[in-house]
Antibody, heavy 122, light 107 residues
Framework: EVQLLDSGGGLVKPGGSLRLSCTAS????????LSWVRQAPGKGLEWVSS????????HYADSLRGRFTISRDNSKKTLYLQMNSLTVEDAAMYFCAIGFCSPALCFPFDHWGRGTRVTVSS | EIVMTQSPATLSVSPGERATLSCRASQSISANLAWYQQKPGQAPRLLIF???TRATGIPARFRGSGSGTEFSLTINSLQSEDFAVYYCQQYINGPPVFGGGTKVEIK
């Protein structure tokens, strides 16, 4: 059974940093592209970032302005999202998902983690 | 960036009835459309991809149709577990954009 376990969320002050993790099981991790999708409280879904299976191809939403970095450790079957210079607009539930999107090629998100909540407040 | 518009925002339906949800893309996305179901406090779940192909384990009462810019999701004989928010998403190219969602509520 495919399982994605998101973790690392919490309360952070504006301007602070946080690293999210997503630990996977039940599938051949290194062979699958992964993504982060977020959902602000009471709002819809917003794609954040995608990374290829080997980890050498990454893509980000323009709105992030270079503040976030996606990475993965295939030996640990873990996906990461390093988030810097956080603002109140970044407060959301962050979901990892199996799926990928680049400017030229996209696939749907066919399995999702349960999410980890990020709260940004002073 | 492609804009995805869903209607209606809220749909009130009685159990056992049919619900039809609409999704419109601002430009042609061929059949590169997915539908997701999200229940309160849960992650989204993929229902439909390729506009009309059900994902693994999705009941046959969920039917997707359309191509180009106009799409629909029909849920036949609504069950209690089907009351949720439904999102469409284009994946013809990046960035992948979701619609604003349709909440299907009990009438």
């Amino acid at each position: 059974e495919v399982q994605l376990l998101d973790s690392g969320g919490g309360l952070v002050k504006p301007g602070g940093s946080l690293r999210l993790s997503c630990t996977a099981s039940g599938f051949a991790f290194s062979g699958y592209a992964l993504s982060w999708v977020r959902q602000a409280p009471g709002k819809g879904l917003e794609w954040v970032s995608s990374i290829s299976g080997p980890g050498d191809d990454t893509h980000y939403a323009d709105s992030l302005r270079g503040r976030f970095t996606i990475s993965r450790d295939n030996s640990k079957k873990t996906l990461y999202l390093q988030m810097n210079s956080l603002t109140v607009e970044d407060a959301a539930m962050y979901f990892c998902a199996i799926g990928f999107c680049s400017p030229a090629l996209c696939f749907p998100f066919d399995h999702w983690g349960r999410g980890t909540r990020v709260t940004v407040s002073s | 960036e492609i804009v995805m518009t869903q209607s209606p925002a809220t749909l009130s339906v009685s159990p056992g009835e049919r619900a039809t949800l609409s999704c419109r893309a601002s430009q042609s996305i061929s059949a590169n459309l997915a539908w997701y179901q999200q229940k309160p406090g849960q992650a989204p779940r993929l229902l439909i991809f390729g506009a009309s192909t059900r994902a693994t384990g999705i009941p046959a009462r969920f039917r997707g149709s359309g191509s180009g810019t106009e799409f629909s999701l029909t849920i036949n004989s609504l069950q209690s577990e089907d009351f949720a928010v439904y999102y469409c998403q284009q994946y013809i190219n990046g960035p992948p954009v979701f619609g604003g969602g349709t909440k299907v509520e009990i009438k």
